[in-house]
């Protein structure tokens, strides 16, 4: 596996503002994606996050509103752009390591409060 | 028919007991099953994979696949109150090294002591 951090691990903002998450691997990864999971409900996946090139957003999560950058392979971030609070959730950075089989392994989450 | 299926629970068992959790899904090309425990508050974990049709053991947990009939199911023996958690199942839609997760909804687990 890898470790993985994600910062903030929590947050509490204001509609209309904009958060950045952060994620750091410790290891070259081959994929990195950015899910949400919204209270009480299954993990959704919001894009695939890119080396070097604009991510790959899933239908409906578009990139005005989910900006995302991933300079290298062991880092990502994820901005939440003029919340509202629908936006509240659970946000997980999660990777695929290089020749594995597939296995996806999850940060420890940005819970974030919308107010 | 949504394309991984769980029951929502929650499940109870006893301490020391059997717990068995399980999983439809839909598509019939899905090569890749996944089992994550999810606590409260926290991150999904990877408990256990599975590829092929069989049972994979390891340590307390026992993974199921049937693909003919399209489930997966988890066991897990001599069930503690630690296993008390949201127990996700996850199937990999995408061919070899690529990446296409379908998560279900999720099964609580309560281990009564």
């Known amino acids: 596996s890898a470790v993985i951090s994600q910062k903030p691990s929590r947050d509490i903002c204001q509609r209309g503002t904009s958060l950045t998450i952060q994620c750091q691997v410790d290891s070259q990864v081959t994929m990195m994606f950015w899910y949400r999971q919204q209270p009480g409900q299954s993990l959704t996946l919001i894009a695939t996050a890119n080396q070097g090139s604009e991510a790959t957003y899933e239908s409906g999560f578009v990139i005005d509103k989910f900006p995302i950058s991933r300079p290298n392979l062991t880092f990502s971030t994820l901005t939440v752009s003029n919340m509202s609070p629908e936006d509240s959730s659970i946000y997980l950075c999660s990777v695929g390591i290089r020749g594995n089989t597939g296995e996806l392994f999850f940060g420890e989450g940005s819970r974030l409060t919308v107010l | ?113």
């Open chain 2, 1 to 113: 028919q949504k394309e991984v299926e769980q029951n929502s629970g929650p499940l109870s068992v006893p301490e020391g007991a059997i717990a068995s959790l399980n999983c439809t899904y839909s598509d019939r090309g899905s090569q890749s099953f996944f089992w994550y425990r999810q606590y409260s508050g926290k991150s999904p974990e990877l408990i256990m994979s599975i590829y092929s049709n069989g049972d994979k053991e390891d340590g307390r947990f026992t993974a199921q696949l049937n693909k003919a009939s399209q489930y997966v199911s988890l066991l897990i023996r001599d069930s503690q109150p630690s296993d008390s958690a949201t127990y996700l199942c996850a199937v990999n839609r995408g061919t070899s090294g690529t990446y296409k997760y379908i998560f279900g909804t999720g099964t609580r687990l309560k281990v009564l002591a």
